[in-house]
């Protein structure tokens, strides 16, 4: 007798991105995300604002995921939603309505920590078969508006933080320093396109000093704001006439942080199949940089659409838990914080 296929909704609502996926046995047959433009006239995002947004976005986000998918809500399997980390009532949006779906569709109810599905979003395949995801044990840089992590992965289920930042994350300093130079939000994908056409040996940033493989991201913070109130002192043209070099030189001084705990983590393990995940892995100067690192060790970069927040990594990982029957109950809370 042929087995039914498993077919997983994904939820995601964490923070700013409204996103619902379906995969079908793993594959990818929609991911469609609905970004929030509310946000930017704040220059960051509000988040009274996002779970209104969310609100609205979350039933036609659906319905456009089922449609794209070519399948009817009957044939969905179970519904995985995010459950932290993230903004609460941003989370309480996708918790709610995933609670609703699966009591209306006598499916089951599956929790996603954002995290594990960013990590996870490299075991999503391609319609056509295509996939390419990282061998066991992996090293993962997982870095997120929210988060910059070293985790050891040893099975889909098994991770270990093994450096994390004390303070900022690396999207957040992306982000405080584009809103320094006035680019508009959100920050960090915009600084990134100045810095493409600008010299990144121009100006020194210093390099935090941290035990472990641990990161630090609010001295360099404050290294460019002190830069800045400098230069502008002596011109006040000084950030637009410099703009592209200025990203260029920050953004290469948050890339390199990023890389050389990750080289320590991959000398100290000897762990060579390296990953990356989360937001900043759009970078595309991390891209650059970490696919040269390809002669010595097997790098595995996400599709960009699997980089930032999306609700294919929440799909994925509902896969693998509906694998090993995990499922939650309608009592679930989503949790602000939670570790991966
Ligand atoms: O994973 P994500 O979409 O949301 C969180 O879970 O935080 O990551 C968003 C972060 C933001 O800080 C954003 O500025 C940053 O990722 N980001 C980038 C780029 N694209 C997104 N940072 C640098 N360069 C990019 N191209
Ligand atoms: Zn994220």
């Known amino acids: 007798m042929q087995q039914s296929p ?11 991105d409204t996103s619902a996926a379906i ?14 433009d509310v946000h930017e006239a704040y220059g960051g ?12 976005n979350i039933i036609p986000t659906v319905d456009k995921a089922i449609k794209k998918a070519g399948i009817s809500k009957e044939d969905i399997s179970a519904i995985a939603f995010t459950n932290g980390p993230g903004l609460l009532g941003s989370l309480l949006v996708g918790s709610s309505f995933s609670k609703a779906f699966a009591l209306a569709m006598k499916i089951p109810l599956i929790e996603v920590n954002h995290m594990h599905g960013h990590i996870l979003a490299h075991f999503i395949e391609e319609i056509d078969g295509t996939k390419n995801h990282p061998d066991f044990p992996f090293l993962c840089l997982t870095v997120s508006g ?6 050891k992965i040893t099975d889909h289920f098994k991770m270990e933080i093994l450096g994390e930042t ?9 982000d405080k320093v584009a809103k320094m130079l006035n680019l508009p939000y959100p920050g960090g994908p915009i600084l990134d396109k100045k810095a493409q056409l600008g010299n990144p040996n121009r100006f020194k940033f210093t390099h935090p000093k941290v035990p472990g493989l641990n990161y630090s991201f609010s001295g360099l913070k404050t ?13 006040e043209n000084f950030i637009i006439d410099n703009i592209n070099d200025i990203c260029a030189s920050v953004q290469k001084t948050i ?8 080289k320590k983590a991959i000398k100290e393990t000897g762990i060579k199949e390296i990953a990356i995940a989360g937001g900043v892995s759009a970078n595309s100067e991390l891209r650059k940089r970490l696919a040269s690192f390809n002669k010595d060790y097997n790098v595995y970069i996400p ?5 930032t927040d999306n609700a294919a990594m929440i799909a994925i990982t509902g896969h693998y838990k509906f694998l090993q029957q995990d499922f939650t109950h309608q009592s679930i809370a989503p949790s602000a914080r939670m570790k991966v």
């Open 146 to 151: 929210g988060h910059t992590q070293i985790v």
């Open 223 to 235: 290294s460019v704001l002190y830069f800045l109130k400098k230069e502008l002192q002596k011109d």
């Open 303 to 307: 599709k960009f659409e699997y980089c």
């Open 255 to 262: 890339v390199d942080i990023l890389l050389i705990e990750l």
């Open 23 to 36: 995969l079908k046995d793993g594959k990818i047959l929609a991911n469609i995300v609905a970004n929030q």
């Open 166 to 174: 004390i303070d900022d994350a690396a999207g957040e300093a992306f």
């Open 45 to 56: 995002v509000v988040p009274e604002l996002a779970s209104r947004a969310h609100q609205q």
């Open 6 to 16: 498993i077919i997983i909704l994904g939820i995601e609502s964490s923070c700013d």
